[in-house]
């Protein structure tokens, strides 16, 4: 069993930064696929970012390609989302998800986290 406890997320205004966290209890931590996924108010969950169990290999939804970056600490079983220049449409509940199939790309998230907040103004 897999816990995931996301942190960082706040207002911020349009062109600022934001860190989210996601710590992971469990020794398989370093053998997962992980992923951040956003819900906006009236839409359907979307896929952020993901990044394999090493750390080498990462991909993004085409929106945030060049604004944010994936990252884990898998020794502190911790998935980061460095989130730059962000905008007002990058308002969302942000969540992280664990793959724990061994799939890349990850397919099967099957461990998911509470969400944090993240909200740009104009």
């Known amino acids: 069993q897999v816990q995931l406890v996301e942190s960082g997320g706040g207002l911020v205004q349009a062109g600022g930064s934001l860190r989210l966290s996601c710590a992971a209890s469990?020794?398989?931590?370093?053998?997962?696929?992980m992923g951040w996924f956003r819900q906006a108010p009236g839409e359907e969950r979307e896929f952020v970012a993901a990044?394999?169990?090493?750390?080498?290999?990462?991909y993004y939804t085409d929106s945030v390609k060049g604004r944010f970056t994936i990252s884990r600490d898998n020794a502190e079983n911790t998935v980061y989302l460095q989130m730059n220049s962000l905008k007002p449409e990058d308002t969302a509940v942000y969540y992280c998800?664990?793959?724990?199939?061994?799939?890349?790309?990850?397919?099967?998230?099957?461990?998911w986290g509470q969400g944090t907040q993240v909200t740009v103004s104009s």
């Open positions: 998800a664990a793959d724990s199939s061994g799939n890349w790309p990850p397919y099967e998230y099957n461990y």
């Open positions: 469990g020794r398989t931590f370093s053998s997962y696929a």
């Open positions: 990044i394999d169990w090493s750390g080498g290999s990462a």
